[in-house]
Nanobody, 122 residues
């Protein structure tokens, strides 16, 4: 079983910074794209940013220039550096990964973390 565990959420100040981490563990063979999604109360889950195994990134327009996604393949970990926080960034942030495990091989399957709450006050 592949597990994703997020950390780093909490209370941030408008204009401040937070760094989220997501570590994957389990019977992992490889991880393709990893990403962050967020869901505000009463809203749908939206993409924040993604990063491929080779480092190509994509980010939502709402966070470009403020958030940076990165990964450490040796640690099976993806990060989201959030700068210049705004109150509208308040949401539960979910980690996602396309994972090939011993069970799913040779195909990828989506794995999701439990979510970490980010609250930005002003």
């Amino acid at each position: 079983q592949v597990q994703l565990v997020e950390s780093g959420g909490g209370l941030g100040q408008a204009g401040g910074s937070l760094r989220l981490s997501c570590a994957a563990s389990g019977s992992i063979i490889s991880i393709n794209t990893m990403g962050w999604y967020r869901q505000a109360p009463g809203k749908q889950r939206d993409l924040v940013a993604t990063i491929t195994s080779s480092g190509a990134t994509n980010a939502a327009d709402s966070v470009k220039g403020r958030f940076t996604i990165s990964r450490d393949n040796a640690k099976n970990t993806v990060y989201l550096q959030m700068n210049s926080l705004k109150p509208e960034d308040t949401a539960v942030y979910y980690c996602n990964a396309e994972v090939t495990s011993r069970k799913s091989w040779p195909t990828y399957e989506d794995a999701w973390g439990q979510g970490t709450l980010v609250t930005v006050s002003s």
